[in-house]
T-cell receptor
Framework: KAGVTQTPRYLIKTRGQQVTLSCSPISGHRSVSWYQQTPGQGLQFLFEYFSETQRNKGNFPGRFSGRQFSNSRSEMNVSTLELGDSALYLC???????????FGNGTRLTVT | QQPVQSPQAVILREGEDAVINCSSSKALYSVHWYRQKHGEAPVFLMILLKGGEQKGHEKISASFNEKKQQSSLYLTASQLSYSGTYFCGTEQRRETSGSRLTFGEGTQLTVNP
């Protein structure tokens, strides 16, 4: 079974731009979560989608948004990028309630 | 609120044991443990639920003390492959069903030959 796939692996953007990250979950997984990982803050929850609906949301500004498509693939968008948005963005899928999260290898975003 | 992990880092020789603790100031419903090797994605180790039993995974086991809002991860007879950063993720409400985890800052474990 293929794992969670995130694209692209690396991105370099400048302040003020926007970016879209993509995540393909493991086949059959309907829940997709997004996390931001930075050296200082660790892993922080952004949001979770289930069956195309945002089920949970973390404490990030409105510049961070996401969506999920009918095939469970998910995208995350960050608008008006700031230097502090530089991070590794991890996507995770799971199959059921309290099931393990399966993480992708992440997209490393650098904002200059 | 972010759980507190201790120690922040630990260095072991192969075959030694280690304990990693995860504490929360709030009542917890579940505690999840993950390991991340450098440059790789976090990998699931185990989930402990309120009212559940101690879990085990080969030579890695964990406990969950609901009264103290604390979980401990036990690594026995450590192997080189155990090196990595260990994260605990906590959840306060059953309703979020394991899909919204608050992670600690991680414990960096290094196992040397």
């Amino acid at each position: 079974k293929a794992g969670v796939t995130q694209t692209p692996r690396y991105l370099i953007k400048t302040r003020g731009q926007q970016v879209t990250l993509s995540c393909s979950p493991i086949s059959g997984h309907r829940s997709v979560s997004w996390y931001q990982q930075t050296p200082g803050q660790g892993l922080q929850f952004l949001f979770e989608y289930f069956s195309e609906t945002q089920r949970n949301k973390g404490n990030f500004p409105g510049r961070f948004s996401g969506r999920q498509f009918s095939n469970s693939r998910s995208e995350m968008n960050v608008s008006t990028l700031e230097l502090g948005d530089s991070a590794l963005y991890l996507c995770a899928s799971s199959s059921a309630t309290l099931a393990p999260l399966h993480f992708g290898n992440g997209t490393r975003l650098t904002v200059t | 609120q972010q759980p507190v992990q201790s120690p922040q880092a630990v260095i072991l020789r192969e075959g030694e044991d280690a304990v990693i603790n995860c504490s929360s100031s709030k009542a917890l419903y579940s505690v999840h443990w993950y390991r991340q090797k450098h440059g790789e994605a976090p990998v699931f180790l185990m989930i402990l639920l309120k009212g559940g039993e101690q879990k085990g995974h080969e030579k890695i086991s964990a406990s969950f003390n609901e009264k103290k809002q604390q979980s401990s991860l036990y690594l026995t007879a450590s192997q080189l492959s155990y090196s990595g950063t260990y994260f605990c993720g906590t959840e306060q409400r059953r309703e979020t069903s394991g899909s919204r985890l608050t992670f600690g800052e991680g414990t960096q474990l290094t196992v040397n030959p």
